[in-house]
């Protein structure tokens, strides 16, 4: 079974700053995708970066970027430059036959 | 371009009930996924379907159950409804039920068991 680990339950940043949220995964896959989305409080979940895991080079979507450690099980997202509009859970996820979701991270912006 | 769209919002149950929500995928958009997210959660993966047949499928009972339209609309169907299933129940889409594709989400449906 995949499992998908966000070991921060809550994090906070000053607005303009930068902040990095964790994930973790377990797969048994060789060929397996890795995906950041964000649920404001409107709840629609919103796709913020997407990560082949064939792909050395870290994905990068203007002010987010993820640092991908493919040996360690690692995936974390780094949002650059925080405004207040950040303000929301974060899932990690990672792809086999289905979509496996980690337990989100709340993200507050102090303006 | 009309996103996934989720009916109704909110739906209120008893215990025992039965009900049914709606989805209506992304325009261009083939396969529907159903999630079901409790309270301070991450979504679950309940099941998936792609021409008009459940492809995958979650850890759900079977009192889980859905169907896909011809025109990729879908529909989960909970019998039996116990106090455990209150939760936000996200519809996601895609283009295939190709892993590497990003699912599309709706709002969700709010369902409150009492």
């Known amino acids: 079974a995949q499992t998908v680990t966000q070991s921060q339950p809550e994090m906070s940043v000053q607005e303009a700053e930068t902040v990095t949220l964790s994930c973790t995964y377990d797969?048994?896959?060789?060929?397996?995708?890795l995906f950041w989305y964000k649920q404001p409080p409107s709840r629609q979940m919103i796709l913020v970066i997407r990560q082949e895991a064939y792909k050395q080079q870290n994905a990068t979507e203007n002010r987010f970027s993820v640092n991908f450690q493919k040996a360690a099980k690692s995936f974390s997202l780094k949002i650059s430059d925080s405004q207040l509009g950040d303000a929301a859970m974060y899932f990690c996820a990672c792809t086999g036959n289905q979509f496996y979701f980690g337990t989100g991270t709340s993200l507050t912006v102090i303006p | 371009d009309a996103g996934v769209t989720q009916s109704p919002t909110h739906l209120i149950k008893t215990r025992g009930q039965q009900v049914t929500l709606r989805c209506s995928p992304k325009?261009?958009?083939?396969?529907v996924s159903w999630y079901q997210q409790a309270l301070g959660q991450g979504p679950q993966f309940i099941f998936q379907?792609?021409?008009?047949?459940?492809?995958q499928r979650g850890n759900f009972p079977d009192r889980f159950s859905g169907h896909q339209f011809p025109n990729y609309s879908s529909e989960l169907n909970v019998n039996a409804l116990l106090l455990g299933d209150s939760a936000l129940y996200l519809c996601a889409s895609s283009q295939g039920t190709f892993s590497n594709q990003p699912q599309h989400f709706g709002d969700g449906t709010r369902l409150s068991i009492l």
């Open positions: 797969t048994s896959e060789s060929d397996y995708y």
């Open positions: 325009s261009g958009h083939d396969t």
């Open positions: 379907y792609y021409e008009e047949e459940e492809r």
